[in-house]
């Protein structure tokens, strides 16, 4: 069966720090990959999404980065973080093949002060 | 550009039947997809619509008129642990790349 696996679960991290989430997809291949954000109490927003290794499309102009060194596995990066960079970042995958389910990671919640 | 526009809160009573709905507007569309998400959690799929009509599963449906833009997803006999948010989304398929865009979720209480 598929899995999926997105870490840590929580971070807190100072303004002007760099920033590495990881998001490890297991059971499939070839999937869609998406980061999303998510702030407080408000929708998702779509920050990257991938549908091959090292094919990137960024959906907002941000000083955030996304890089798919393999198959099944997605990157969110930073070199300096934003206080405005604060909040709940999920990574997702999709088979591509047109049943379009959505299959979430727990999230990372991220705090930068 | 795309948009999706859902109801931000909508409370009910436990036992009762609630509609969400949701109007979208993009370019290369072909299909709508519901997810609930609990406080603190990861959004989970619910149903997915690429054709008009209802599609039902359990005591949850969904529905989509694609001429009109618009669908709608069904709760019937509401149990408290219904109590999420829930997120229309469609996807596109645009310059070759597929993606899938969220609305802004709709938050449903439901009280006893």
């Known amino acids: 069966s598929q899995t999926i696996h997105q870490w840590p679960a929580t971070l807190v991290q100072p303004v002007g720090s760099p920033l590495s989430l990881e998001c490890t997809v297991e059971?499939?291949?070839?999937?869609?990959l998406y980061w999303y954000r998510q702030a407080a109490g408000r929708g998702l927003q779509l920050l990257f999404y991938?549908?091959?290794?090292?094919?990137i499309s960024s959906e907002v102009p941000q000083n955030l980065s996304a890089s798919r060194p393999q198959d099944r596995q997605f990157i969110l990066s930073s070199k300096k973080l934003l206080l405005s960079d604060s909040g709940f970042y999920l990574c997702?995958?999709?088979?591509?093949?047109?049943?379009?389910?959505?299959?979430f990671g727990s999230g990372t919640q991220l705090s930068v002060l | 550009g795309q948009s999706l526009e859902q109801p931000s809160e909508v409370t009910a009573v436990e036992g009762a039947i609630v509609q969400i709905n949701c109007t979208y507007q993009?370019?290369?569309?072909?299909?709508l997809s519901w997810y609930q998400q609990h406080d603190g959690g990861a959004p989970t799929f619910l149903s997915y619509?690429?054709?008009?009509g209802l599609e039902e599963t359990g005591r949850f449906s969904s529905f989509l008129s694609r001429s009109d833009s618009y669908g709608y997803l069904l709760l019937q006999e509401l149990q408290m642990k219904d109590s999420a948010s829930y997120f229309c989304?469609?996807?596109?398929?645009?310059?070759?790349?597929?993606?899938?865009?969220f609305g802004k979720g709709t938050r449903l209480h439901i009280l006893p």
């Open positions: 993009t370019s290369g569309f072909y299909g």
């Open positions: 059971g499939t291949s070839n999937p869609n």
């Open positions: 619509n690429a054709l008009d």
């Open positions: 989304a469609v996807s596109s398929l645009m310059n070759r790349d597929d993606k899938i865009i």
């Open positions: 997702a995958w999709d088979s591509g093949t047109g049943n379009e389910k959505l299959f």
């Open positions: 991938s549908v091959g290794i090292g094919q």
